[in-house]
């Protein structure tokens, strides 16, 4: 039941087989930022860092690390924030980086799909679609960072899952390496294929303790022909539910992005990062920025004015600004995506990244409030996130003018007040950003118990050694 | 390896203390009705049937049968097309039927959800939809047999797939009994959610081999205002999948059917069904049902004519019919709706559910022709399916005038000659499917070594005993 219990610290000679296999230069002393949490909360151990260049030397250095019971970390871009790409303690594993594989191997227009490795950063494939024509929707804060593979390990979200749905869903199949050194060749680029268990789903979101994804068949979409953008002030988050709703019956399928933001948040970002221009000088206790898009002829800016209009008049919207140009659109979501930094600046005490189902969203805000204040008053909330699908970035910061250090011993309430309210409205304690190493324990103690047992069970059958990322997802 | 090797006969004391558990009428001879494969193709045998009323009995069912060590097949509305329902042979199992568990037990609006329990059948969770004013749309042609439990754990198709996802994707949590008799409570109604694998996503698609899905929890969708049908004949396969590419671009998201249609396929329906109406005189070689929906004031029915015309002009198709009213709308579907039974009628030596990449689709209606004509110049080919896809039905006949006995001893090679085919072109021996026991030696010979031994494992982790649904997917 613990099978990484057996794992060894690999020695020298290890190591120089391990080179013998991949060649020249493929194995190495581990570099710094390959140890280093994004936001500098811990730092990883590690004895080499392995960096092969196709599949068949992955699947070498995992038969390598399995024969000898050595941990392997699969890492993409590090940009992780649950602590899924870093091991701490003995015995070390050996970090394995995707970086070196970075082909696009093929984009297939006519079955809007692309097959991309795992190395390729999220921008890259972005771009690649791009360039036949077609839209990889998939978007996140760090996509200029972020690695294909770490993506899909991850289940990583984003901002367009309201319209397009989770990197799970983006995916049309896999090819990975799995714990024994075979190679799972599932790369087809089907949209219907009941041979068996969704193995390729299974994967997908196992935080690489179940195989290391090597490449990948991804689904394209259109490119917008026509897209709009707005920023909004909303009187509440049930306003703000009611608008989307509405929105989405007028616009159809074509509401992209639906973005929460808190007054809070905003007063962060102004404090922080006063070069960030905000769009309306007032800043209300709620914001959302809302994106559609849709093929040529729709007249979707129209169409989205007309709706927001009639929301005025409805009393669902205090104030709307419409992106008039493509640099007021950027000026829009750079408010959006300074949020996570501007949060770093201030110094969170607990930082949570829960789901519930929308319409609980407003009673989740509302009896965290109540659970917070009874730990203490002074305590500042900041939440923000993708409310279509009912997840919300929620933050817990020190009282003005306080720092996080002498508020640390308050950590445990803290995070069971947002827990506890979030489980009992029916939610996720990870919405998107997986468990990792961070929320292991939350993750033992709030999951049900059922699922916890198969979790366990289908790790030890996948890999009885425990090689593929110690202490991630479960406890060693 | 072989958990089933240890399954026992149930005796009498082990009925009566099942019954004892389940409460009267709970447990009974197996009726005949249970027994038999929708095609008349062969009988199955079992000890019981048990009809439990809720899922605490469900789980007793569970865990009084892995106690005992007794198979178990779990029944829906046993319309599968692979035998995954029927099992023969000793030791005969328990059929484990959740006709009773037929509560909708909450229909959610807000959230664009509802949760209804695996006995509910699927025009009934259609229309529990429908009364809030929301669409679930997953439709196939035994909708108004088919029980969403069975649906799910054959993550069933159907013509909305190319909108609207697979079964899979239609559905945001189950409650599922496992195989030791614990509950999984994952009856969530989230979006996201990535705390742990994806066990229900595992679940999905699994054939009853790893759970019984007691409950489920599926995703809602707005009713289109505008709906659009339109009876196309077309000139070639490319030519249709270039029109679904122009249709997609012009009307955005909204295309849900794309049903292509071989004229054998209509010969068929004319001779066997004269009754059933056709749309066109003439008969082409392929016809396409084309179904499309969007929210109020899209003009939909214009915009479909005009990229209709525009098609025409370029010679794209060669006829379309575009519906007027519901009764003729009725009148298309009925044609397509027909076709199986025509089939069956006609009599087939062998059925395929295969899928390819979209754009492989005439490459393997050109390269099955030439296959099958070397096996014997007289078969005849009838396909028809979901082009947008890639999923086509493609039976095998013999030819006019003989009958299916005379040939099936050239079953072998026509099954090697279509799956070497599909396989070849990338695509699935199972679109939609699945395997049951009747394409499990095509799973065998056809699924990637890795996957297949990965799912051995699978399975054996999470059902050690090997009590549920003994033979299908995997060999007892």
Chains 1, 2 share one sequence.
Not at 426 to 433: K, L, N
Request: aromatic share 6%; proline share 6%.
């Amino acid at each position: 039941m613990a099978p990484s219990a057996d794992l060894v610290d690999p020695d020298a000679g290890f190591l120089a087989a391990l080179e013998a296999t991949l060649g020249p230069g493929a194995v190495s002393p581990p570099e710094q930022r390959y140890l280093e949490e994004p936001r500098g909360l811990y730092a990883g151990e590690a004895a080499a860092l392995l960096r092969p260049r196709d599949t068949a030397a992955v699947a070498a250095a995992v038969r390598l690390c399995s024969e000898a019971r050595v941990g392997i970390v699969p890492y993409g871009g590090g940009t992780g924030l649950v602590g899924g790409q870093l091991r701490t303690g003995r015995p070390r594993p050996v970090i394995l980086s995707l970086e070196r594989m970075k082909a696009v191997r093929r984009v297939d227009a006519a079955d809007a799909a692309m097959t991309v490795e795992a190395g390729v950063i999220l921008v890259e494939a972005q771009a690649a679609a791009e360039r036949a024509g077609l839209l990889f929707p998939l978007s996140l804060a760090s996509e200029g960072s972020a690695r294909i593979g770490g993506v899909l390990a991850t289940n990583a979200g984003g901002i367009t899952v309201l319209r397009y749905g989770n990197a799970r869903e983006l995916c049309l199949g896999i090819e990975a390496v799995l714990a024994d050194g075979s190679v799972f060749n599932g790369l087809s680029a089907l949209r219907k294929d009941n041979t068996g268990y969704d193995l390729k789903g299974l994967l997908v979101g196992s935080e690489g303790t179940l195989g290391v994804i090597t490449a990948a068949s991804l689904r394209l979409f259109p490119r917008p022909a026509e897209t709009a953008t707005a920023w909004l002030a909303v009187p509440s988050i049930a306003a703000a539910l009611e608008l989307l709703g509405r929105l989405r019956e007028a616009l159809g399928d074509a509401v992209s992005a639906y973005e929460l933001m808190h007054g809070t948040g905003l007063a962060f970002v102004a404090e922080t990062m006063p070069e960030v221009a905000q769009p309306l000088a007032e800043r209300p206790l709620w914001s959302v920025l809302i994106e559609a898009g849709t093929g040529a002829g729709f007249g979707l800016a129209g169409r989205l004015e007309a709706g927001l209009e009639a929301a005025w008049g409805d009393g669902l919207i205090d104030d709307a600004l419409v992106a008039q140009n493509a640099a007021q659109r950027a000026a829009f979501w750079r408010v959006r995506e300074s949020m996570s930094e501007a949060n770093r600046r201030i110094g969170a005490i607990s930082s949570h990244d829960i789901s519930v189902p929308p319409s609980r969203v407003a009673a989740f805000v509302e009896q965290g409030r109540a659970a917070l204040e009874a730990v203490d008053p002074g305590l500042r909330i900041n939440c923000f996130g993708h409310l279509g699908d009912g997840n919300l970035h929620y933050n817990v910061f020190p009282p003005a003018g306080r720092n996080r250090a002498e508020y640390m011993a308050l950590l445990p309430r803290i995070r069971a007040g947002v827990y506890d309210n979030c489980v009992g409205l029916g939610g996720s304690i990870s919405a998107e950003h997986g468990i990792g190493r961070m929320r292991r324990d939350d993750l033992a103690r709030y999951l049900d118990p059922a699922k916890l047992a198969a979790i366990r069970a289908i790790k030890t059958a996948l890999d009885p050694r425990g090689i593929l990322n110690p202490g991630a997802l479960l406890p060693d």
